[in-house]
């Protein structure tokens, strides 16, 4: 089993930044993405940032330039950093672990964290 435990989350004001970290724990097979998704009042959650264990990286066209995933393999540990940051990107951000064992993957899911951005 996979706990995920997310940090960083708060209010900022428009044009401000903020640090999101998951650290992850548990049994975790080697090969994984962990990524970040938020989820917006009345929207689906969607993708944000992912980042693969051999460090590629994808970004919603949203956050491209603004956001950078990044994480720390040995700390099992993904952060993101969020600059610039707008109204729009406000919700709860949550971390997601899936692991890949061959044709099956598996998603661990964190508790979520609010990020705020508002004047």
């Known amino acids: 089993q996979v706990q995920l435990v997310e940090s960083g989350g708060g209010l900022v004001q428009p044009g401000g930044s903020l640090r999101l970290s998951c650290a992850a724990s548990?049994?975790?097979?080697?090969?994984?993405?962990m990524g970040w998704y938020r989820q917006a009042p009345g929207k689906q959650r969607e993708l944000i940032a992912a980042?693969?264990?051999?460090?590629?990286?994808n970004y919603a066209d949203s956050v491209k330039g603004r956001f950078t995933i990044s994480r720390d393999n040995a700390k099992n540990t993904v952060y993101l950093q969020m600059n610039s940051l707008k109204p729009e990107d406000m919700g709860v951000y949550y971390c997601?672990?899936?692991?890949?064992?061959?044709?099956?993957?598996?998603?661990?899911w964190g508790q979520g964290t609010q990020v705020t951005v508002s004047s």
């Open positions: 980042i693969t264990s051999g460090g590629s990286t």
């Open positions: 997601n672990l899936r692991e890949i064992r061959g044709a099956t993957t598996e998603d661990y």
């Open positions: 548990g049994s975790i097979f080697s090969i994984y993405i």
